[in-house]
T-cell receptor, first 112, second 112 residues
Framework: DAGITQSPRHKVTETGTPVTLRCHQT?????MYWYRQDPGHGLRLIHY???????DKGEVSDGYSVSRSKTEDFLLTLESATSSQTSVYFC???????????FGSGTRLTVV | SQQGEEDPQALSIQEGENATMNCSYK?????LQWYRQNSGRGLVHLIL?????REKHSGRLRVTLDTSKKSSSLLITASRAADTASYFC????????????FGKGTTLSVSS
């Protein structure tokens, strides 16, 4: 979706290294979300943000941290990547409940 | 743990047939949403049904909600090959109605 950009689109990293994924939106949406998608698990919520510097944990937050210093950017950091964090990561924003979420195209992360 | 669970996990039909997917959830909700995901892409919002609604239509989509049974169904009428995708139901993690939790999805294959 043109309103949400995730970067990088693909990344291979080594176990134990820090990794930061970026989500950038041009919609001025208040709410932003990070999900991971794995076979057999569907999408699982990692962290979400309801405003600048306001964040909360989701279903699977262990090993992840987030930051939101500007409305348009929501960063997801893996402090020390592990192989279990190999996944496809999706960012989403919400402009109002009746419109649903808008998703980015995803970041495929491989931890070797 | 997932709030919503879709059934069946996979569904294969011929073009022109109807496809029905079901979703069961665990706790009380403000609304329930359905999303579609084409292979390798982010999710796309299809339809939202509020807890005080029993049925909603959008084009070839029909969604029903039975709060007494904590279940919803998505009907796609006159399916097309382009409907081939995974379909997810989602409900909110919190009382504010934000932070959607997704089920594991139903994979629909429509053959021509």
């Amino acid at each position: 979706d043109a309103g949400i950009t995730q970067s990088p689109r693909h990344k291979v990293t080594e176990t134990g290294t820090p990794v930061t994924l970026r989500c950038h939106q041009t919609e001025n949406h208040r709410y932003m979300y990070w999900y991971r998608q794995d076979p057999g698990h569907g999408l699982r919520l990692i962290h979400y943000s309801y405003g600048v510097k306001d964040t909360d944990k989701g279903e699977v937050s262990d090993g992840y941290s987030v930051s939101r210093s500007k409305t348009e950017d929501f960063l997801l950091t893996l402090e020390s990547a592990t192989s279990s964090q190999t996944s496809v990561y999706f960012c989403a924003t919400e402009g109002g409940s009746r419109y649903g979420y808008t998703f980015g195209s995803g970041t495929r992360l491989t931890v070797v | 743990s997932q709030q919503g669970e879709e059934d069946p996990q996979a569904l294969s039909i011929q073009e022109g047939e109807n496809a029905t997917m079901n979703c069961s959830y665990k706790t009380s909700i403000n609304n329930l949403q359905w999303y579609r995901q084409n292979s390798g892409r982010g999710l796309v919002h299809l339809i939202l049904i509020r807890s005080n609604e029993r049925e909603k239509h959008s084009g070839r989509l029909r969604v029903t909600l039975d709060t007494s049974k904590k279940s919803s169904s998505l009907l796609i009428t006159a399916s097309r090959a382009a409907d081939t995708a995974s379909y997810f139901c989602a409900t909110a993690l919190n009382q504010a109605g934000t932070a959607l939790i997704f089920g594991k999805g139903t994979t629909l294959s429509v053959s021509s």
